[in-house]
């Protein structure tokens, strides 16, 4: 068993170190009979913003090499209609719920956390920061989102991280992840595409980035995420620092990551 919120008045216990990235396995159902939720120790949503948001123009993928560039636009109904149209749902999965929220403002994420308490099924919040915020911004939007559920805060993978993390503990985050895809940008005949970077070559970046917010002893748990499309990379992550893990687009390319990855959790306990 695994709490990753360790200093929160409720906690957040998983049964494993195994869970899906936001924005892998949409909001509960569109995975169904690919994906058996009970197998993972945590569903993460989709992300979720304030206000409504629709879907990104094509194009907006793009494989590279043995990567995969994706820019989605976060479409989502806000997180009012989620709450409304998924809630019941959440509660029935079979595992806690970790409700990915992309933090914006101080304002929209406090008003964003009202209607996440009134949601029976989530057990805790997911805070998605963007990639160019600065350390005092990421107090503010973590310092906004406290005083209801356990508090994740997934960071970029910048040069700043390990600065990220600190703040974000000090502001009382309960669990860091480390962290968000890497944004890059390409030109396909005359057209710019932006988005998240997936694909095992991530793997030793975030490693690194793992390996140095370890290295600060912030006292809070790490989810480690990126490139992890194998048991070995699993173990890696594991041994840079990591208690948990979140797996991305590997799990579209191969899903029975998630049974090999169960057959890990045995052989370590």
């Avoid at 396995?25 to 913003?49: K, M, Q, S």
């Avoid at 998240?196 to 995420?225: D, H, T």
């Avoid at 979140?246 to 057959?263: C, G, S, T």
Wanted: charged letters at 20%.
């Amino acid at each position: 068993m695994i709490d990753l919120a360790p200093t929160h008045k409720h906690g957040l216990t998983l049964s494993g170190p195994v869970m899906n990235a936001a924005g892998t396995l949409g909001f509960g159902r569109e995975y169904r009979g690919v994906i058996d939720p009970t197998h993972l120790a945590a569903f993460v949503t989709n992300p979720l913003t304030y206000k409504p948001r629709t879907p990104a123009h094509a194009p907006n993928a793009l494989v590279l090499g043995d990567g995969l560039l994706v820019h989605t636009g976060l479409p989502n109904p806000g997180v009012r209609q989620a709450v409304r149209r998924w809630d019941k749902e959440w509660g029935r999965l079979g595992v806690p719920v970790i409700a990915h929220l992309a933090a914006t403002t101080p304002a929209e994420t406090v008003h964003s956390l009202d209607m996440i308490e009134r949601a029976r099924g989530i057990a805790a919040i997911e805070l998605g920061l963007r990639d160019d915020i600065t350390e005092f911004e990421a107090g503010q939007l973590v310092r906004a989102v406290l005083g209801g559920p356990p508090v994740l805060v997934r960071l970029p993978l910048t040069h700043n991280t390990a600065e990220l993390a600190a703040a974000a503990a000090q502001a009382g985050a309960d669990a860091l992840v480390v962290g968000a895809p890497p944004r890059v940008e390409t030109r396909v005949e005359r057209e710019t595409i932006r988005g998240r970077l997936y694909g095992p070559g991530c793997l030793a970046a975030a490693l690194e980035a793992v390996r140095e917010v370890a290295a600060l002893n912030l006292g809070r748990p790490i989810i480690g995420a990126g490139g992890i499309y194998s048991v070995e990379a699993a173990r890696a992550m594991l041994e840079a620092g990591a208690v948990a893990m979140q797996l991305d687009a590997a799990i579209w390319a191969r899903p029975k990551i998630v049974e090999e990855l169960r057959a890990l959790e045995i052989e370590s306990e």
